[in-house]
């Protein structure tokens, strides 16, 4: 990037060059879904057999195709965009200070030295001080550091230097202005040289193969590309993205892009806005759409264990997203990432439109998964098409936007997370956020929101209700198969609590933890029981000693949970107070007793998974859809423990 390259560079011819990309990108968006929306559509309840289903293969290529080169030009685009704004500063500034060169008549060379005449008088021969050739300092603007050519000098001088300390241009009245004009220049194009330099390493990576095949190598490169468009727009547009601002702050933000920003920030950053909150929600499921393809390419590309689980759910997300079934309500992905044990929130209907919504939180064990993708969806997917049934504009969604507590049965008292509130408390000020977006974007001018939370869930709504203002927007909350909220009362979750609903099932052994006291007492007497059985039992022998171990840790247990239940409320269990309690306060619907722990040959904990289950419980489902769809008055409600 020199002066003349500078200075006959049009930026908005590359401008232009962005147009003609998008035009294309948007051209491919719009046959993409035409072949997903119409033909493969149409094709599939007009033909059957092995030659429709190879047309149907032939189409998803097609449409991947379209879908690539959608993404690819859309990068091109915001590439050439940035490119243009970015480089019209420093163009500006040069084109001022050439303009300044020139009305002063002072030549400046094709390296941008600026040449001065002779001016003033010297003190101490009475004559002219000659003039001279200023070098600009590559934009340090430091008066201090000035290089200049003197006539006859054969090269730089540079003021305190060797012997030469008298500048024979001091007093020299165009001097300092001729100075000033290089050191600009040199700014200029020291900056335009970095925006270039930015900007030609992003263009250069936005290229295909001949013969290109897409698939997830396919996919993990354009999530490169995606990446290094990224870092060199990020002054041009990341920077402008109000991360640290409200959700109402960002959906006004947004509504005041023009189309083209909109576009541009999609194609560039669309893991960004797909995730931030207070971005309406068919934003955020195009660009989420487009995200899902690039986290498949990316983890792909990986061996480990983690990766794979989530490769695994991400890829039956997609498949549900390519695959929409028509007796349920229409998908939307409004979250998806790999950040911890991973991030995927999924609505069924529009939650901007709808004017009854529902968000829950899943809990123990619960991650980017193909469990997930199965139960965990299924499970807003009923809730919504239930909900529908009472009320049709209705919309339910799953948010697995924090890290829950990851656990094996086996492994339940050794495991602290699960223990404790800490993910439940990082977890509520995430789920906050993402309630202030949906009441931000929500179209309707009072919608009926109802946060639920089940088993750690329960807790993770809980704290996000006890915080200050409560869970933004919330007019009912809905408890199930909970360890506690960390709550005493139900008045503490701030909507009231005649719209605090808990379901609990009579077998589901997590709704009935000891509290800490009792968890304390259970494995003290344990140890002590076990080891006295063991010494008591070992004056039969061997077998007498496990024996008595076994049934002395037994007894023990049991002595211990006694005694300190005896102390400690009733109605205390893990987190607080029982929600399906007569002292909290909240309304107890009716569920299923559902089957017994091991005795009915299904596990440990069969009954805490039911609660959504139409099939299974068809009772609590039922309960669940009724407040959520805002017919809370028509539940079937079971007295308090």
């Not at 995200?291 to 997300?317: A, F, P, V, W």
């Not at 139960?375 to 697995?400: G, I, P, T």
């Not at 039911?610 to 805002?630: M, Q, R, T």
Request: net charge negative; glycine share 12%.
């Amino acid at each position: 990037m020199d002066l003349k390259t500078l200075r006959a560079l049009k930026p908005s011819e590359y401008a232009e060059a962005a147009d003609g990309y998008r035009a294309v990108s948007d051209m491919a968006d719009a046959a993409k879904d035409r072949i997903g929306l119409q033909i493969t559509k149409a094709m599939r309840k007009a033909n059957e057999g092995e030659a429709a289903d190879a047309a149907q293969r032939q189409l998803k290529k097609l449409s991947d195709n379209f879908h690539y080169t959608q993404v690819e030009c859309g990068l091109v685009s915001g590439t050439l965009n940035g490119f243009s704004s970015e480089i019209a500063a420093p163009r500006r500034r040069l084109l001022e200070a050439l303009e300044d060169a020139a009305a002063l008549k002072y030549p400046v060379s094709p390296s941008g030295d600026v040449t001065y005449p002779a001016g003033g008088k010297s003190e101490l021969t009475g004559d002219k001080i000659p003039g001279g050739t200023a070098v600009g300092n590559n934009g340090m603007l430091s008066p201090g550091n000035r290089s200049i050519h003197g006539p006859g000098s054969n090269g730089l001088y540079t003021p305190g230097t060797g012997t030469s300390d008298i500048d024979p241009h001091r007093g020299n009245p165009y001097s300092a202005k001729a100075q000033d004009i290089a050191d600009r220049i040199a700014h200029a194009l020291r900056e335009a040289g970095e925006i270039d330099e930015r900007y030609s390493r992003a263009l250069n990576k936005l290229k295909a193969a001949p013969g290109l095949k897409v698939d997830t190598k396919t996919w993990a490169d354009a999530a490169a590309d995606t990446k290094a468009v990224g870092a060199a727009a990020a002054d041009y547009l990341k920077d402008d993205i109000p991360l640290d601002k409200s959700p109402a702050a960002r959906k006004d933000w947004w509504d005041h892009l023009t189309p083209e920003q909109r576009d541009e920030y999609l194609a560039v950053y669309p893991d960004v806005i797909g995730n931030l909150d207070g971005i309406p929600a068919v934003v955020r499921d195009e660009a989420n759409r487009e995200n899902i393809q690039l986290l498949i390419g990316e983890l792909s590309e990986r061996d480990d264990e983690k990766s794979k689980m989530m490769l695994d759910g991400l890829k039956s997300i997609d498949y549900q997203l390519q695959h929409p079934d028509p007796k349920f309500p229409p998908m939307y992905l409004l979250g998806i990432g790999d950040e911890g044990n991973g991030r995927a929130i999924v609505s069924y209907g529009n939650p901007d439109a709808s004017k009854n919504v529902s968000a829950y939180v899943p809990g123990l064990g619960t991650s980017l998964d193909s469990e997930f993708a199965k139960n965990d969806l299924k499970r807003a997917r009923d809730m919504a098409k239930d909900a529908q049934f009472y009320e049709s504009s209705s919309a339910s969604m799953v948010w697995l936007g924090y890290d829950a507590p990851q656990l094996p049965a086996t492994e339940f008292v050794q495991n602290a997370d699960v223990m404790s509130m800490g993910d439940a408390k990082a977890g509520a000020v995430s789920y906050n956020q993402f309630m202030a977006g949906i009441s931000a974007t929500n179209e309707n001018r009072d919608p009926h929101v109802t946060a639920i939370g089940h088993s750690y869930g329960s807790l993770t709504v809980g704290q996000a209700a006890q915080r200050h203002g409560g869970i933004p927007g919330a007019d009912d909350i809905i408890l199930v198969g909970s360890p506690g909220t960390g709550a005493h009362y139900a008045t503490d979750l701030n909507v009231g609590r005649d719209h605090v609903f808990v379901g609990a099932a009579d077998n589901d052994p997590v709704t009935k933890l000891p509290n800490r006291n009792e968890a304390g007492g259970i494995f003290t007497g344990i140890a002590g029981g076990g080891s006295a059985g063991f010494v008591l039992g070992g004056m039969g022998g061997p077998a007498g000693a496990v024996v008595g171990g076994v049934s002395g840790a037994v007894a023990g247990g049991i002595a211990g949970y006694e005694a300190q239940n005896a102390q400690t409320d009733p109605d205390a269990i893990w987190f607080g107070t029982d929600p399906a309690s007569e002292g909290f306060g909240a309304h107890r619907f009716r569920v299923d007793d559902g089957p017994r722990p091991f005795i009915d040959g299904q596990g440990p904990t069969p009954a805490h998974s039911n609660y959504f289950d139409p099939e299974k419980d068809a009772e609590s489902a039922n309960n669940i859809a009724l407040i959520v769809s805002g017919n809370s008055s028509d539940i079937q409600l079971e007295r308090p423990r």
